[in-house]
Nanobody, 122 residues
């Protein structure tokens, strides 16, 4: 299982970014994909999970209405659109998965990518 996240960068408050998570080594279409983030000095936290039917489960109320998760099974890629970014969204964002991942459970999957850094600052 390999997961490669990209798309992070430096953006001003109110700006947008689109993160991608390219997967390989497993049947992507049948796996749920979870996005996590970890800010410096903080514990990691779940952001959102998308199941095999592309149904999202948001883990943070603070991102509802600003972040949108999607997937393209033909491209083996999950996306996280970040809009109206705030300084408190600054973190390393990464995607994770495992077989039979259930988005309704607050656990950390077995496999994760290395992440992409999002910095929100003026």
């Amino acid at each position: 299982v390999q997961l490669q996240a990209s798309g992070g960068g430096l953006v001003q408050p109110g700006g947008s970014l689109r993160l991608s998570c390219v997967a390989s080594g497993f049947p992507f279409y049948s796996y749920s994909i979870a996005w996590f983030r970890q800010a410096p000095g903080n514990e990691r936290e779940g952001v959102v999970c998308i199941d095999r039917n592309a149904i999202p489960t948001y883990k943070q109320d603070s991102v509802r209405g600003r972040f949108t998760v999607s997937r393209d099974n033909h491209a083996n890629t999950a996306y996280l659109q970040l809009n109206n970014l705030r300084p408190e969204d600054t973190a390393l964002y990464y995607c994770a998965t495992e077989r039979d991942l259930y988005c309704g459970r607050n656990s950390h999957p077995r496999y994760r990518g290395q992440g992409t850094l999002v910095t929100v600052s003026s």
